[in-house]
């Protein structure tokens, strides 16, 4: 029997544990949040589009449905060559790896914006810009990307007499879009009377009459060196550590596949399989 150690209980992390479900191997899930959460839907949230009951599970249940076992703890550190996870509660072995940590909101080392700025990461952010939006007059929106975007228009629904802003560093929104559908989307802002304001960045920021919504960018977490580990076409970083989802930096036609649940579903389940077949002596997929 071996023990196989999932770092994360996200879309990447879960499906390769549903994978694994009926291996006779020790299965252990590390995730330092109790509950996993449907993260596409943290916007409709702030929109009262639907309730945050409705897009979190707790990861124990999720623990007895497809028999691993849950750590309630955070990762520090990595020790690859004596195959140890150092977390803020203990140290653990493993004899393989899988790394599916996600990512985080970026605030790219500005600690005076990580304490006075709001973020979107989980349930609990959600639930946190939706009691405080009130004590402000008007929202201000920090990155023109896909979530800042989709933050603007569920709060404008929700509170419609709010003065609500993004502000993008790049000369256009939705940078990866085609210039049509950043058009199409502008054309909606505008009639949503949304502000878009791009070519700028945040020098200072007075939170006394604005709320701050800080969505410029994610990043991998700290324990990864906050960048995306680098794999091969198996998903492997060494011989037995795999990585899937967001903290995976997979290139394909040379340039890095985005962040997006539909990859991280699927290189969950490959990574699983992959364990597997190396434990087993079978070809890599």
Known sequence: ??????????????????KLKKSNHEIIVMDKKQTFDFLPLLPDILGNKIKPENVSYPIKKLSLKYNFNFL????ISIDYKNNSIAT???SITYDYLLIAAGSETNF??????????????????????????????SILIVGGGYTGVEIATNLKVNYPDKD????????????ALPASMQ????????????????????ENIDTKDSMIIWAPGVKPPAFTGGKRININEYLQFNNNCF?????????????????????SIMQGRLAAKNILNQIQNLPLK
């Open 72 to 75: 309630n703890e955070e990762v």
């Open 183 to 202: 058009e199409y989307v502008i054309n909606n802002l505008k009639k949503l009377n949304i502000n878009v304001i791009t070519n700028s960045a945040i």
């Open 88 to 90: 803020n509660k203990n």
């Open 164 to 175: 609500i802003i993004i502000i993008e560093k790049n000369s256009v929104i939705l940078q």
């Open 108 to 137: 790219f080392n500005n600690k005076k914006i990580k304490k006075i700025a709001y973020k979107l990461d989980d349930i609990a952010d959600a639930i946190k810009i939706t009691k405080e939006v009130n004590n402000y007059k």
């Open 1 to 18: 029997m071996k023990r196989i150690i999932i770092i994360g209980c996200g879309f990447a992390g879960l499906f390769a544990a549903k």
């Open 243 to 263: 990585v899937a989802g967001d903290s995976a930096n997979f290139i394909y036609k040379n340039a890095p596949l985005r962040m997006a649940v539909q990859f």
